[in-house]
T-cell receptor
Framework: GPKVLQIPSHQIIDMGQMVTLNCDPV?????FYWYKQILGQQMEFLVN????????KSKLFKDQFSVERPDGSYFTLKIQPTALEDSAVYFC???????????FGPGTRLLVL | GDSVTQTEGQVALSEEDFLTIHCNYS??????LFWYVQYPGEGPQFLFR?????EKGSSRGFEATYDKGTTSFHLRKASVQESDSAVYYC????????????FGTGTTVSVSP
């Protein structure tokens, strides 16, 4: 099936630093998502993005979080500054249109020390 | 708000056993229902979906039927294999909108040879 790529696969940073997680969505997809999964817990929605704008965000999407996709490049999630509770696996997903299914990347494992 | 409940947290089976994972949802209107499977170190993979009452989704020998009366979408497979060992997530999506998926807590299936 369609492949979503995520870079890096693992990231370890110190609390208070900035981190950028990169997602390379399927080439003709227009809707983009970030989800967060803490170890042993269910996956939870953070934000979705369409046509250059945030369409919806959850209460987990703190002020320290931001997303963008400049000029069709990577869809990024930036956390600045990071906190210990940001340690989790972050999954990117994309879909072609409103009727399509979401396809997920392999995740970025973020550890904040 | 909308939610998904998976009854079984862990299921241990032998090859050729019958698998059932119970999924119930709470939502207004007619949400789309999904099953995803997640293997270690990977993102969730789409199995199948159903969008209306009595519709059956199926893939790779797995199947589930949308039941609006009992608000359920139980996953079944007649004869499991060791390769079916994974975490299975039931999810709810709000129709054809670009909205987020709401995931259940996941069911870890372990199949021994």
């Amino acid at each position: 099936g369609p492949k979503v790529l995520q870079i890096p696969s693992h990231q370890i940073i110190d609390m208070g630093q900035m981190v950028t997680l990169n997602c390379d969505p399927v080439s003709n997809h227009l809707y983009f998502y970030w989800y967060k999964q803490i170890l042993g817990q269910q996956m939870e929605f953070l934000v979705n993005f369409y046509n250059g704008k945030v369409m919806e965000k959850s209460k987990l999407f703190k002020d320290q979080f931001s997303v963008e996709r400049p000029d069709g490049s990577y869809f990024t999630l930036k956390i600045q500054p990071t906190a210990l509770e940001d340690s989790a696996v972050y999954f990117c997903a994309s879909r072609r249109d409103r009727a399509d299914t979401q396809y997920f990347g392999p995740g970025t494992r973020l550890l904040v020390l | 708000g909308d939610s998904v409940t998976q009854t079984e947290g862990q299921v241990a089976l032998s090859e050729e056993d019958f698998l059932t994972i119970h999924c119930n949802y709470s939502a207004s209107g007619y949400p789309a229902l999904f099953w995803y499977v997640q293997y270690p170190g990977e993102g969730p993979q789409f199995l199948f979906r159903a969008s209306r009452d009595k519709e059956k989704g199926s893939s790779r020998g797995f199947e589930a039927t949308y039941d609006k009366g009992t608000t359920s979408f139980h996953l079944r497979k007649a004869s499991v294999q060791e390769s079916d060992s994974a975490v299975y997530y039931c999810a709810l999506g709000e129709g054809q909108g670009g909205r987020a998926l709401i995931f259940g807590t996941g069911t870890t299936v372990s199949v021994s040879p």
